[in-house]
């Protein structure tokens, strides 16, 4: 259980960058030549899943986990100025990574809570 929980509580840390660094980019919209930044937090949570494969109950060891990366687009370039911001892009990512959090925080806090169930029903 806890497990899992860490693994997640790692991801939504992915995803809360994340929705910094896409207002970030919402907020730069019209600086001449800023370029779009994002995080991959599907990489992040493929290693923080990973990890559980390489934890051992009876060590109680974790695998390290990197640092959740902000990598910048300079692919890109949607203006003249060299801005590569599509607002439209970033509002519906900016929303996707909300929903995703709020649903993955609403899975731990149910776990959570029947955690706290279970225990107090083993105190009675």
């Given at each position: ?6 693994a997640?509580g790692?991801?939504l840390d992915?995803l ?11 907020a ?28 051992s109950p009876?060590r109680?060891?974790r ?6 990366r ?7 370039s949607?203006r ?19 929903l995703?959090?709020?649903t ?5 806090s149910?776990?959570?809570r029947?955690?706290?169930?279970v225990i ?5």
């Open positions: 259980m806890f497990e899992i929980t860490s997640l790692r991801v992915a809360s960058v994340r929705q910094s660094v896409l207002s970030d980019n919402i730069n919209v019209n600086t001449p030549g800023f370029k779009r930044s994002d995080v991959d937090f599907r990489e992040v949570a493929r290693q923080a899943f990973a990890e559980l494969e390489k934890t009876h109680g060891q695998a390290s986990q990197g640092p959740i902000v990598v910048q687009d300079r692919t890109s949607m003249n100025d060299g801005n590569n911001v599509d607002i439209e892009r970033e509002m519906v990512l900016l929303e996707e990574t909300a995703r959090y709020n993955i925080a609403e899975y731990v149910r776990r959570l029947d955690l706290r169930t107090d029903a083993g105190r009675r």
